[in-house]
T-cell receptor, first 114, second 113 residues
């Protein structure tokens, strides 16, 4: 149980285009999902907290107009990287909060912007 | 504030060696503590957890004890395998942060045959 999926697992896009990443909780409902970014050999950096039916809460320094988050249902949150540039290339990971304190992580999405 | 500090990696061990990865934390109140493991190119998997002082979390031969007096949650395994090679993250969940986990910087473990 408690499986979180992400799609796509890898994506390559051209500079200036937008990319959407989906995060789904497959066997539980998640009112809260989190989006992280991870640079090589570094820890996870929390980008935003996504709450179903309301606006996402962004961490300081994260551009909300660049990283659009939508949490339209209890099992799906999406992250759209708008007008992507090479510096947006990274590993993006989502997690979904199940019980009071447990989070389950997706397998990650490797974004490469050329 | 809340923070987690892990020993720096990479840690390189021979198969069947004893493993310790140190983790200390700073937090107000009584946080829950976690160890996550990340295999190359993958997301994080919950390895074990402890929710109160003196709790011992264990899974797949790994264990860690929540020590409030030393604010520590060190990860140990008696005999590592090559398949344990991964990055290990210590994390805490403070009660008043809206569900946000606080991660350590991660410790890379490499086990050689």
């Amino acid at each position: 149980g408690a499986v979180v999926s992400q799609h796509p697992s890898r994506v390559i896009c051209k500079s200036g285009t937008s990319v959407k990443i989906e995060c789904r909780s497959l066997d539980f409902q998640a009112t809260t999902m989190f989006w992280y970014r991870q640079f090589p050999k570094q820890s996870l950096m929390l980008m935003a907290t996504s709450n179903e039916g309301s606006k996402a809460t962004y961490e300081q320094g994260v551009e909300k107009d660049k990283f659009l988050i939508n949490h339209a249902s209890l099992t799906l949150s999406t992250l759209t990287v708008t007008s992507a540039h090479p510096e947006d290339s990274s590993f993006y990971i989502c997690s979904a909060k199940a019980l009071a304190y447990e989070q389950y992580f997706g397998p990650g999405t490797r974004l490469t912007v050329t | 504030g809340n923070s987690v500090t892990q020993m720096e990696g990479p840690v390189t061990l021979s198969e069947e060696a004893f493993l310790t990865i140190n983790c200390t934390y700073t937090a107000t109140g009584y946080p829950s503590l976690f160890w996550y493991v990340q295999y190359p190119g993958e997301g994080l998997q919950l390895l074990l957890k402890a929710t109160k002082a003196d709790d011992k979390g264990s899974n797949k031969g790994f264990e860690a004890t929540y020590r409030k007096e030393t604010t520590s949650f060190h990860l140990e395994k008696g005999s590592v395998q090559v398949s344990d090679s991964a990055v290990y993250f210590c994390a805490l969940y403070p009660y008043n942060q809206g569900g946000k986990l606080i991660f350590g910087q991660g410790t890379e473990l490499s086990v050689k045959p």
